[in-house]
């Protein structure tokens, strides 16, 4: 059910703001503080085994704190209050995760321990925003509020790479995780004061039971399809963030490779979020299938290049071409979910669509570092290893979607019903 009320801009920014914040922490972790922090104080043989098992976990911790503050705030209110109490508790302890990276010595053990509550604390916070979209913002206003996501999704996915990345190569890692806990810090307080000053009505919604996901109709084959494919594809690229500033130390050997990262982020992420506004805007022309299998298929040869060439600028050329394809992908995938799934179960239909991408997160991490472990002699054959990988991830996701559009009948429809 939806709120009665019609919202303002200002509280739909408010309560996406805490995007913004989580998605400056989690990139920044991926890609340049936990590596380094791996890379510190483990063999340079181990470094991809350990970084894959703790990203695993951590991510893995991630779906049951995401999944946990949901059913805990469509139960639970504390103060009276469903939603901003728990936002305020993932906060908190998230930003004191953070900042136990810098106050504790570190070990596997710790790192491995403060990731996980890291993740845990981030996704109840994201996981208590979530349900408000259909508590509260009504229908007509859900695009401009899934805009303000992306927009702060984007924005702080590009702090992370940008900003960590330039305190990281110039200043300090301490330096890097004060910004990073003050980013969360305000950008929670924001979405919190926002949903607790707000005094909007607040419809009573529908949760989502997790044994609701067993149970999909006959008739939904291609949804299901479309789910698996798309898991492939996400097992394609969501693993390789954590070994990215590896690579470029190990093979392509630049000085400040933090740097590096953060360039090579900011440009792919960039061209990323234009393909994906561009074709997602044609895809009711062009048809939806037609761009997810020639997405996927696409992505899996630029892929495969990358460690033929031990060059920056060729790494950032061939992944400006996975960037497009990757990013159009992720938006066409969610679109053409929301085709198939049935309009009366939409939230929970689009619930399992999105654990396609929680769970590649999960298990991805953990192939690749076992690829650089298996190879860790012949550190070269074991980025060829890691990102055939990948390659080979695509083109399966590419083969089970093009199966999925067979049974919907929809190559090039505008409909994919």
Do not use: C
């Not at 939904?220 to 798309?230: D, E, K, P, T, V």
């Not at 939806?288 to 460690?307: K, Y």
């Not at 938006?331 to 929680?358: I, Q």
């Not at 550190?379 to 390659?391: E, P, Q, R, W």
């Amino acid at each position: 059910m939806e709120g009665t009320g019609r919202l303002s801009l200002p509280f739909l920014m408010g309560f996406n703001s805490i995007y913004l914040g989580v998605n400056y922490l989690w990139i920044s972790f991926e890609s340049l503080i936990l590596p380094t922090e791996i890379g510190g104080i483990v063999p340079v043989g181990q470094m991809g085994l350990y970084l894959g098992v703790i990203a695993a976990v951590g991510a893995g911790s991630g779906i049951a704190g995401n999944l946990g503050s949901g059913f805990l705030g469509d139960r639970i209110h504390i103060g009276g209050a469903r939603r901003y109490p728990y936002i305020a508790i993932g906060i908190g302890m998230t930003v004191v995760a953070v900042l136990l990276e810098h106050f504790i010595s570190l070990s596997v053990y710790v790192i491995t321990a403060g990731y996980v509550l890291l993740q845990v604390f981030s996704n109840v916070a994201i996981g208590s925003v979530q349900p408000v979209v259909a508590e509260t913002v009504r229908s007509e206003q859900r695009g401009v509020s899934a805009g303000m996501n992306g927009l702060f999704t984007l924005t702080g996915s590009a702090m992370g790479f940008g900003i960590t990345g330039y305190l990281m190569t110039y200043h300090t890692e301490a330096t890097a995780i004060y910004a990073i806990a003050g980013g969360v810090a305000f950008t929670g307080i924001a979405s919190i004061l926002t949903l607790a000053l707000g005094r909007v009505p607040v419809a009573r919604a529908e949760h989502l039971h997790i044994s609701s996901f067993r149970h999909i109709p006959p008739d939904m084959r291609s949804f299901q399809r479309l789910i698996s494919g798309s898991f492939m594809v996400f097992m394609g690229i969501t693993g390789l963030t954590y070994f990215e500033l590896y690579f470029f130390r190990q093979v392509l050997l630049v000085s400040n490779p933090q740097l590096y990262v953060a360039i090579a982020g900011i440009v792919v992420l960039a061209i990323s979020a234009v393909a994906s506004i561009v074709l997602g805007h044609f895809s009711d022309r062009i048809g939806r299938w037609r761009i997810l299998i020639l997405d996927s298929a696409f992505a899996a040869i630029p892929t495969a290049m990358i460690p033929y060439f031990r060059s920056f600028y060729v790494f950032l050329i061939l992944g400006a071409f996975i960037g497009s394809a990757y990013g159009t992908f992720y938006s066409v995938s969610s679109a053409m979910a929301g085709d198939l799934a049935p309009k009366n179960e939409a939230g929970k239909y689009m619930a399992f669509f999105n654990l396609s991408l929680a769970g590649a997160s999960t298990i991805s991490p953990l192939i690749y570092g076992a690829l650089l472990f298996i190879f860790r002699n012949t550190v070269h054959t074991g980025y060829i290893a890691l990102f055939s990988a990948s390659s080979a991830f695509y083109l399966m996701g590419a083969f089970i979607i093009l199966m999925a559009s067979r049974v919907s009948g929809s190559i090039g429809h505008r409909n994919a019903a």
